[in-house]
């Protein structure tokens, strides 16, 4: 059975930086694709950013492109999420979840409990 | 840039039946979307649901099943009971690595 485990978040100032992270445990994080989605207070998911097997590729949704920066270290069995500039906005809930893959359909199979960030003065 | 479209509550009575869709500002759903479906009660992680259009993930009732209805991805609850009561999402895959949020359906059972 998979489990991931968040950590990092907290209480930071808009354009101060952040680095959240994920442990993965009880399967090999090398097989899949990770993502980070998060989850404004009381608003819907919205998905982060992705990081292929490797870490060869990575995508981002254009709201966090150029500011966060997604990472893996599958020696470690863990992801990291890595926030500069951050705004207001950023203020969220972060879930660190797992890409399963069957019969040639992608779909988020395991999801961590999250992490809160906070970003205000 | 395109949207992915739920609706943003719906109400069931108790033993009812109610469908969900996940729609796209432009264009049809099908399987190269690879659409899926997860559940949220207030203060909880997400639980997959379903997959693959219709495949239940493991621990699903069968109340709950996965289609594609016309242009839409669809969620269908069969026999609605008061712990269904929660917010519904979908997601779906944009092409270039991105994937989308539908906005969540909460859906209410009294």
């Known amino acids: 059975e998979g489990q991931l485990v968040e950590s990092g978040g907290g209480l930071v100032q808009p354009g101060g930086s952040l680095r959240l992270s994920c442990t993965a445990s009880?399967?090999?994080?090398?097989?899949?694709?990770m993502s980070w989605v998060r989850q404004a207070p009381g608003k819907g998911l919205e998905w982060v950013a992705n990081?292929?097997?490797?870490?060869?590729?990575?995508n981002y949704v254009d709201s966090v492109r150029g500011r966060f920066t997604i990472s893996r270290d599958n020696a470690k069995n863990s992801l990291s999420l890595q926030m500069n500039s951050l705004r207001a906005e950023d203020t969220a809930v972060y879930y660190c979840?797992?890409?399963?893959?069957?019969?040639?359909?992608?779909?988020?199979?395991?999801w961590g409990q999250g992490t809160l960030v906070t970003v205000s003065s | 840039q395109t949207v992915v479209t739920q609706e943003p509550s719906f109400s069931v009575s108790p033993g009812g039946t109610v469908t969900l869709t996940c729609g796209l500002s432009s264009g049809s759903v099908s399987t190269s979307y690879h659409p899926s479906w997860y559940q949220q009660t207030p203060g909880q992680t997400p639980r997959t649901l379903i997959y693959s259009i219709n495949v239940r993930s493991s621990g699903v009732p069968d109340r709950f099943s996965g289609s594609i209805l016309g242009n839409k991805a669809a969620l269908t609850i069969t026999g609605a009971q008061a712990d269904d009561e929660s917010d519904y999402y979908c997601?779906?895959?944009?092409?270039?690595?991105?994937?989308?949020f539908g906005g969540g359906t909460k859906l209410t059972v009294l």
């Open positions: 009880g399967f090999t994080l090398s097989s899949y694709w």
């Open positions: 997601v779906l895959y944009m092409g270039s690595g991105i994937w989308v």
């Open positions: 990081i292929k097997q490797d870490g060869s590729e990575k």
């Open positions: 979840a797992r890409w399963g893959y069957s019969s040639g359909q992608y779909y988020l199979d395991y």
